[in-house]
């Protein structure tokens, strides 16, 4: 079974009205690791992964899926 990672961080991002700096700024990355996570060429840590919900104040399963390939 190949499964990828998606993720919710943009749609979370907009609806809190984060630029993809202050977003950077909050949870101690780049803006480009920002960009690669929501663009989905990265999956971050489980600690990034973590950061994010509590930003978000959700789960990260709110924020993170696995999808399987077809």
Do not use: W
């Not at 924020?63 to 077809?70: G, I, Y």
């Amino acid at each position: 079974m190949n499964v990828e990672v998606t993720n919710q961080v943009k749609s979370y991002r907009k609806k809190f009205q984060y630029t993809q700096h202050s977003l950077a700024q909050m949870v101690g990355v780049s803006r480009q690791s920002i960009i690669s996570i929501e663009q989905g060429r990265y999956v971050p840590s489980l600690k990034l992964a973590l950061m994010f919900a509590r930003t978000f104040n959700c789960t990260t399963d709110d924020l993170f899926q696995l999808v399987e390939e077809k």
